[in-house]
């Protein structure tokens, strides 16, 4: 605990941005919640095509 | 606001139904919730395999 | 199969539209997937106040 | 009632470990839950590359 | 890893029966994809209100 | 898009954490994807009691 659920456009996912992000986002954690919380923090990244992210009724990438 | 998510086995997912299923999940929305939510609605595809999709204790496809 | 899940602010879900979300996405996902889904989707609604969303580094309600 | 989803490392799912936790989770729930849940358990195995699951701030498979 | 989060009725959740899906759930894991995950076996209850879950098209509860 | 989502301890989510999650989390997003996405990033808290955290097969709070 915590456990930070990332979704994001499979095209943001780079072996760069990958470990950045879940860098990044466990010390925000940390920062907030304690550094007692970061080896209890999972952050689990989930890359989602355009195509199957609608926003207002459409989707990305058409 | 809202997000919708919908999970759904993997071979229902084509060009067609994904645009389909964004558009009309989001009128639902919207015709419940009013029209102003339209703009802020996101629908997220998640496709599964069947064979990682248990009912009733048995996967799906096998 | 389908599963659709809805995130919300909880002052948006009411017993009416609680009912009415159900019924109006179950029929969105039944036009588009095929009637033979109907039975087997299912719909979850998980109201989330409006101080746990944050949009743009702001929670709302605030 | 109930859905059990589990994310898991993509390395640990194969076509055994698949139909094997689908069963086991579904008779754990069945057991403590009343075996009439059985037929309505859902598992859905969401498989996740160690490179996207960050733990104490590192990503695995690095 | 592996997490496993459970969606299901209120009203099936209890002081006797939480205690009994996390320990169930987690041996079911552990049999399946080996003794060494016990202890990075995170299991996540989430009770949702019958009204709250539509099941091919109508809410339970009512 | 991106959408993060954050399951940690009820006690752990205070007025003046959630703000702060809220913001530093969109700060992390930000500052590795670009700051084109921070007007688009949604943070979601979900506070769960210990009781239905469980770790290694035991609850928390017990």
Do not use: N
């Amino acid at each position: 605990m915590p456990l930070i659920e990332v979704k994001l456009y499979e095209k943001r996912v780079t072996p760069e941005t990958r470990g950045q992000l879940i860098e990044r986002l466990t010390d925000a954690a940390a920062e907030v919640l304690g550094d007692e919380v970061r080896e209890h923090t999972w952050v689990v990244l989930h890359p989602v095509p355009e195509t199957h992210w609608g926003i207002a009724g459409k989707p990305g990438g058409d």
